[in-house]
């Protein structure tokens, strides 16, 4: 069973940075672990669909980023900590969500949250401008 916990929200001031964690356990049922997973994370405001901020495939040389974090959010993973991270810098008020991460078991970076298999339960980020 494969098991995502998301972490590292809380308020921030405009302009500042903030860098989330997801923290991956388990296996799927064909033995498939975080060094084979893609990673996503999204965001949701409220009244707002879930929005798409990045993905990293399974070895970290496929990144996709949003155009709305574009030069100020960072993707990227730690195999051997079986964690993936997004480095935000530069925050707006507008990145107030709850952001969540995701994982793909076949390794893929992709921008759909349907493609996802797995999901963490999301973790609260507060920009005060």
């Known amino acids: 069973q494969v098991e995502l916990v998301d972490a590292g929200g809380g308020l921030a001031q405009a302009g500042g940075s903030l860098t989330l964690s997801c923290d991956v356990s388990?296996?799927?049922?064909?033995?498939?672990?975080?060094?084979?997973?893609?990673m996503g994370w999204f965001r949701q405001s409220p009244g707002k669909e879930r929005e798409f901020v990045a993905a990293i495939n399974w070895s970290g040389d496929m990144i996709r980023t949003g155009d709305s974090v574009k030069g100020r959010f960072t993707i990227s993973r730690d195999n051997g900590k079986a964690s993936a991270y997004l480095q935000m810098n530069r925050l707006r008020a507008e990145d107030t969500a709850i952001y969540y991460c995701?994982?793909?078991?076949?390794?893929?970076?992709?921008?759909?949250?349907?493609?996802?298999?797995?999901w963490g339960r999301g973790t609260q980020v507060t920009v005060s401008s």
């Open positions: 995701a994982a793909d078991q076949y390794g893929m970076s992709y921008v759909v949250e349907s493609s996802y298999q797995f």
């Open positions: 388990g296996r799927t049922t064909s033995g498939r672990s975080f060094k084979d997973f893609g």
